[in-house]
């Protein structure tokens, strides 16, 4: 397996690999028919990917369902539904008028948020009292509110409510291309997504699958998605169960991960005695980590975090 030229995925997700994923270009194996991207969030990997068949699997429904519903548009009557939207919502468009349009109410470091602000707490509003959160209204909805929102991230509370205020920028070109390319790709490969927690997948279907990539929430930082309970110990011990069982089957496997947090003087010491355990059968390469510009706030950007990739197989040059 190889990457081509890394494109980014049309959803902004915490922890997307895109910065770094360039890293991973050597490192994963060449010449995969079947391979499954097990924690794809955003899908900034899955999308990637070159290999006859890519499977794309998250426990997030809302997530899942938007990378579907993106994959099967077609580009030119979708952006004309996200316009209308934006019209209707009196957000900014600076593609069709250009950021010099909105200059008044540009201040100081704020961007367009000033302008958008009332349109997008009143599509928040309206999205969130959508009972049915998997039409392609919701859908729509939950892009565009992507798109204004804070670093164009996508964030739930515990109600299952959108809960970001608004951001910056907005349906600009750079946003544009990114859609495109998204739908441009999906239709090029055989990508399918699947929403499922990774424990109720059964292992011994993975007879024709040659290679799983897992970017699963990493257990020692303070990213949103452990703010709820959403990973802890147990998570993290039947991930390195599964990988350990993927092994027994001759299935080539990727774990990114970060193992220790020096300065916070954290360490993971689940992963950390798993990888003692097996000394001889795995393989760790560390990755320049560079999140400056990642789509989340870290509470410590300067916690040096030291991100690692795990394979079962040699790595290859």
Known sequence: MCLAQVCRSPINYTGNKYRILPQFIKYFPKNVNKCIDLFTGGATVAINLIAEEVVAIDNNPRIINLLEFLKKQDYCKLIKKIDNIIDIYGLSNSYKNGYSYYKEYVKGNNGLKQYNVEGFNKLKKDYNDLKNKNTNKANLYLYILMV???????????????????????????????????????????????????????????????????????????????????????????????????????????????????????????????????????????IDYHYRSASYN???????????LITNYKLEE
């Open 298 to 308: 870290k509470k410590n950007r300067d916690g040096l975090e030291e991100e690692i």
């Open 148 to 286: 204004y929102a804070f670093n164009n991230d996508i964030r739930f509370n515990s109600k299952g409510e959108f809960n970001l205020p608004v951001g910056k920028t907005d349906m600009n070109k750079n946003n544009r291309e990114k859609i495109k390319k998204y739908i441009d790709i999906c239709k090029s490969k055989e990508i399918k997504f699947i929403c499922k927690d990774f424990r109720k997948i059964d292992i011994e279907n993975f007879n024709d699958v040659e290679f799983v990539y897992a970017d699963p929430p990493y257990l020692i930082t303070d990213a949103v998605y452990n703010e709820n309970s959403g990973w802890g110990k147990q998570e993290e011990m039947d991930l390195l169960k599964m990988l350990d069982k993927l092994n027994d089957k001759g299935v080539k496997f990727a774990l990114s991960n970060v193992l220790q947090k020096k300065k916070l003087n954290l360490k993971n010491e689940i992963l950390y005695n798993w990888l003692e355990r097996n000394n001889d059968k795995y393989f760790i390469n560390k």
